[in-house]
């Protein structure tokens, strides 16, 4: 090794990497991806920021390499990424090619590390402007960071209701054993670092669009010259007698995951709702659990959101570990003893024991402060937002699961998507418009749930779709499902069939329609064709 802890190695001839392929080789010991685009050798990062997904499993398309797992994108050639939910970028090598042989050049310190950040301005005090971003989630915590890496120089405020600095919310049904603190997406001190201030339990009680203006619970106020209303969305509560008995619980915050495993560990547990909380609480909690009984309306868990093929694959296997569902039904009376439930009555007058019962029956937005203003909201208090994230108020941006905005794959119509890889997307879109770049939101969708150590991926929007093409078997619980929307596909599921929905979301991404008929003619162990441009 040099002086300067610079490494160099050969990695492989020059003749054995075909073009478009993604190769895992080893530098010094340390695992490193090596690409092979339009002849051009590129040498990244082999593991994704995001949840170390392997990247040589990805899908490449151009200069766009996407994670298997959870959809996140990079540049090849600078190692920048391009598509959420990975909040950093991947670290590039050097790469020489001599007499015919692949030499990989790196210092052992960007080895060790799987990351890069993003290089980001400082606070300047000359700089009087603020922003102020309500909510302390993904969008907001991706809007502050967008605007130091854009330069922005001003003062950002971070305002939220929760205890704590932003952190991993989908973790909160799928790893129920962790504390707050292993989930945070960044610490107090990167914040701090990056003069982000951070105000917890400061919640947004009223909206003063003219004077500029924001007023919390506490009583105090705070002007800003930009305002991003990020404040997610709250459970919809249950409205039966009885739901105000102690052990009937919502999930929405990291204290809620834990007392909720608390409590039903060894007890009866219900759980009202059968889509993302409550399946995944079903199967984090099975084996935990005495007993688990999901209780929904429609005729099968997922069905909204997924369809009834993957519904049906989902309940079967979390039938096989013993969870008990009762579906076209819902519960109309919860009873109980000294002030706990203890019994769950459904529709149909079956009763079921019941010491917890978890409530996942849908959310809607946290915007009922801004009922009195201007803002302009739908039918169910979604604030309405252009491909901008810009509200109809001047300086006033929206984000995340608060919004409803023009989705492409629905050929503009609106829609709330409740999840983190799009409401990262909206705040960094949001900041750049801030900073008045005229960036419009282009993303695709993508979120996954995991059950029993497996994950089914989706990509795209399915809002109306009128068909599918099922690839693969969904008994041996390895498919790919595509959603079909007059004619096309607008979106796709899979299990068990990595990265073909990494693939199908970077097709989508690039604008090319997939026909039905090409979804029928797929390979679903090799689908080239869908990749051409």
Same mark, same amino acid.
């Given at each position: 090794?040099?002086?300067?802890?610079?490494v160099?190695?050969?990695?492989?001839?020059?003749?054995?990497?075909?073009?478009?392929?993604?190769?895992?080789?080893?530098v010094?010991?340390?695992?490193?991806?090596?690409?092979?685009?339009?002849?051009?050798?590129s040498?990244?990062?082999?593991?994704?920021?995001?949840?170390?997904?392997?990247?040589?499993?990805?899908?490449?398309?151009?200069?766009?390499?996407?994670?298997p797992?959870?959809?996140?994108?990079?540049n090849?050639?600078?190692?920048d990424?391009?598509?959420?939910?990975?909040?950093?970028?991947?670290?590039c090598?050097?790469?020489?090619v001599?007499?015919?042989?692949?030499?990989?050049?790196?210092k052992?310190?960007?080895?060790?590390?799987?990351?890069?950040?993003?290089?980001?301005?400082?606070r300047?005090l000359l700089?009087?402007?603020?922003?102020?971003?309500?909510?302390?989630g993904?969008?907001?915590?991706v809007?502050?960071?967008?605007?130091?890496?854009?330069?922005?120089?001003?003062?950002i405020?971070?305002?939220?209701?929760?205890?704590?600095?932003?952190?991993?919310?989908?973790?909160?049904?799928?790893e129920?054993?962790?504390?707050?603190?292993?989930?945070?997406?960044?610490?107090p001190?990167?914040?701090?670092?990056?003069?982000?201030?951070l105000?917890?339990?400061?919640?947004?009680?009223?909206a003063?669009?003219?004077?500029?203006?924001?007023?919390?619970?506490?009583g105090?106020?705070?002007?800003?010259?930009?305002?991003?209303?990020?404040?997610?969305s709250?459970?919809?509560?249950?409205k039966?007698?009885?739901?105000?008995?102690?052990?009937?619980?919502?999930l929405?915050?990291?204290?809620?995951?834990?007392?909720?495993?608390?409590?039903?560990?060894?007890?009866?547990?219900?759980?009202a709702?059968?889509?993302?909380?409550?399946?995944?609480?079903?199967?984090f909690?099975?084996?935990?659990?005495?007993?688990?009984?999901?209780?929904?309306?429609?005729e099968?868990?997922f069905?909204?959101?997924?369809?009834?093929?993957?519904?049906g694959?989902a309940?079967?296997?979390?039938?096989?570990?013993?969870?008990?569902?009762?579906?076209?039904t819902?519960?109309?009376?919860?009873?109980?003893? $000294? #002030?706990? *439930? @203890?019994? +769950?009555?459904?529709?149909?007058?079956?009763?079921?024991? /019941?010491?917890?019962?978890? &409530?996942?029956?849908?959310a809607?937005?946290?915007?009922?402060?801004?009922?009195?203003?201007?803002?302009?909201r739908?039918?169910?208090?979604?604030?309405?937002?252009?491909?901008h994230?810009?509200?109809?108020?001047?300086?006033?941006?929206?984000?995340?699961?608060?919004?409803?905005?023009?989705?492409?794959?629905?050929?503009?119509?609106?829609s709330?998507?409740?999840?983190?890889?799009?409401?990262e997307?909206?705040?960094?879109?949001a900041?750049?418009?801030?900073?008045?770049?005229g960036?419009?939101?282009?993303?695709v969708?993508?979120?996954w749930?995991?059950?029993?150590?497996?994950?089914?991926?989706?990509?795209?929007?399915?809002?109306?779709?009128?068909?599918?093409?099922?690839?693969?078997?969904?008994?041996?619980?390895?498919?790919?499902?595509?959603?079909?929307? $007059? #004619?096309? *596909? @607008?979106a +796709?599921a899979s299990?068990?069939?990595?990265?073909?929905? /990494?693939?199908?979301?970077? &097709?989508?991404?690039?604008?090319?329609q997939?026909?039905k008929?090409?979804?029928?003619?797929?390979?679903?162990?090799?689908?080239?064709?869908?990749?051409?441009t």
């Open positions: 090794m040099d002086c300067d802890d610079t160099t190695a050969e990695v492989c001839k020059e003749e054995d990497i075909g073009d478009g392929e993604l190769w895992e080789v080893m010094s010991g340390y695992p490193v991806l090596l690409v092979r685009n339009r002849k051009e050798f040498a990244l990062g082999s593991k994704c920021p995001h949840s170390g997904a392997p990247l040589s499993k990805g899908a490449l398309k151009g200069e766009r390499l996407r994670c797992w959870h959809g996140a994108c990079f090849i050639k600078t190692g990424i391009e598509e959420y939910p990975a909040l950093d970028c991947l670290p090598f050097k790469v020489t001599e007499d015919g042989k692949v030499f990989v050049t790196a052992k310190k960007d080895l060790e590390s799987s990351l890069r950040m993003k290089d980001t301005s400082r300047c700089n009087q402007e603020t922003v102020l971003l309500l909510g302390g993904v969008a907001a915590l809007c502050a960071e967008t605007l130091r890496q854009e330069g922005f120089t001003g003062r405020i971070m305002a939220t209701k929760e205890k704590h600095a932003p952190y991993d919310k989908p973790k909160l049904t799928k129920m054993n962790l504390k707050a603190e292993d989930i945070y997406l960044r610490k001190e990167f914040l701090r670092a990056h003069s982000i201030e105000w917890t339990e400061k919640e947004a009680v009223s003063d669009f003219q004077k500029q203006k924001v007023r919390f619970m506490d105090s106020s705070q002007k800003y010259n930009q305002l991003l209303i990020a404040t997610g709250h459970s919809s509560s249950l039966v007698p009885g739901a105000d008995l102690q052990n009937v619980c919502v929405q915050t990291p204290e809620d995951s834990s007392k909720i495993l608390e409590l039903a560990t060894g007890k009866n547990l219900v759980i709702g059968a889509s993302f909380i409550g399946m995944e609480v079903a199967a909690l099975s084996g935990k659990a005495a007993a688990i009984a999901v209780v929904e309306k429609k099968l868990p069905q909204s959101a997924l369809g009834p093929l993957v519904g694959v309940m079967k296997m979390l039938q096989n570990k013993g969870v008990k569902f009762y579906m076209k819902e519960l109309c009376e919860l009873k109980g003893k $000294d #002030g706990k *439930v @203890t019994e +769950a009555v459904l529709a149909s007058g079956e009763k079921l024991p /019941a010491d917890v019962v978890v &409530v996942g029956i849908g809607f937005p946290s915007s009922a402060f801004l009922k009195d203003t201007s803002i302009a739908d039918n169910r208090g979604a604030i309405l937002v252009d491909l994230m810009q509200t109809n108020i001047p300086k006033v941006f929206a984000a995340g699961d608060v919004v409803s905005f023009p989705v492409a794959l629905l050929h503009g119509e609106r709330s998507i409740h999840h983190q890889q799009v409401a997307a909206h705040g960094h879109v900041a750049l418009n801030m900073l008045k770049k960036k419009e939101l282009h993303t969708p993508f979120f749930t995991t059950m029993l150590g497996k994950s089914i991926r989706y990509a795209g929007c399915g809002n109306g779709y009128t068909d599918t093409v099922v690839k693969g078997s969904l008994e041996q619980q390895k498919f790919l499902i595509f959603y079909i929307r $007059d #004619g096309f *596909v @607008t +796709a299990l068990n069939c990595d990265p073909m929905v /990494a693939l199908i979301a970077e &097709v989508l991404y690039s604008g090319r997939i026909s008929e090409e979804a029928e003619a797929c390979d679903i162990c090799n689908i080239p064709s869908l990749a051409e």
